[in-house]
């Protein structure tokens, strides 16, 4: 998906989240992305983000550099035991 369009979409998210005031926007905007955007969303709007953000609107921009500092500082998933190859 290109970054115009997934800005677009997270500017229309944070636009719903700051009509409920500006307590909640934030945090608003972060969690819906984390919840219902997949993956590669994330790591794209992560990625523009890096390259400058560009079209992002404040409170969307903050919401997503606390989503991608959140998202980095978590260590990688553990395999699920029993799923690993036998060392030979």
């Known amino acids: 998906m290109s970054p115009d ?5 997270a500017n229309q998210i944070g636009k719903f989240f700051t009509s409920q005031g500006p307590d909640k926007a934030e945090a608003g905007i ?7 955007w997949d ?11 890096d390259a400058g953000g ?9 919401a997503i550099e606390k989503l991608s500092a959140e998202h ?17």
Do not use: E
């Open 5 to 9: 369009k997934l800005v677009h979409m």
């Open 30 to 36: 972060a969690q819906h992305i984390a919840r219902f």
């Open 39 to 49: 993956p590669r969303m994330r790591a794209a709007i992560f990625a523009h983000l």
């Open 54 to 62: 560009a079209g992002l609107d404040p409170v969307v921009h903050k």
């Open 72 to 88: 980095r500082s978590k260590p990688p998933p553990a395999s699920p035991s029993g799923l690993s190859r036998p060392s030979s």
